[in-house]
């Protein structure tokens, strides 16, 4: 049985597609690897080419994702509260929300979280992470938001992907492993560790 990855956030540019990307890149050395695109847009889906040692898929639904033959699959979300996603989380070993480190970001978050821990009851085994992302250098408010998201129920992940051009270039440059970041590498390296130190856990 594959074990799938879900990236979630109902609110767009949080960088949800380019952290599945470079996740599933940092993966696929180990594993075999499906990137499977479930929004309409099909955002990821539509640059598959530019990837060709990627699987990427468009799926519509979440018994299409099931069929898959693959070790790991990570699932990209549309930029709204899709119906799929209750269906999909229940199908999830993991959800990654990404966010921005900003107060109406915090407010955005609660619904997905709301959907996160209901999905939870149902299926206790179901782990989940909030990954800072797009973090602005020296920002004050990083910590205030921090320590906001600690009193949500849902983790805060330790890793903390910033705001660089490196990153959010990657999806047009073959992904961040394949460029000379150093920072942009071992922060997108520390965060697929810590989602298989989540994923692996065993549940309390």
Known sequence: ???????????????????????????????????????????????????PELVVIGADKVTDIEKLDFDLIIVDTPPYLSSKLPEL????????????????????????????????????????????????PRSGITQDVADLIQSMGTPLLKTRVHDRVSIARSSMTAGILNGTDRRAKEEIMALTEEVVEHISAEVA
């Open 1 to 51: 049985m594959a074990k799938i990855i879900t990236i979630a956030h109902q609110k767009g540019g949080v960088g949800k597609s380019t952290l599945a990307i470079n996740l599933a890149l940092c993966f696929q050395d180990q594993l075999s690897v499906a990137l499977v695109d479930t929004d309409l847009q099909g955002s990821l889906y539509h640059i598959r080419e530019d990837f």
């Open 89 to 136: 989380f229940l199908h999830s070993d993991f959800i990654l929300v990404p966010t921005k480190a900003g107060f109406f970001d915090m407010m955005a978050i609660r619904s997905t979280l709301a959907l996160i821990k209901e999905a939870q009851r149902k299926s206790p085994q179901l782990k989940a992470g909030i990954i800072l992302n797009m973090v602005k």
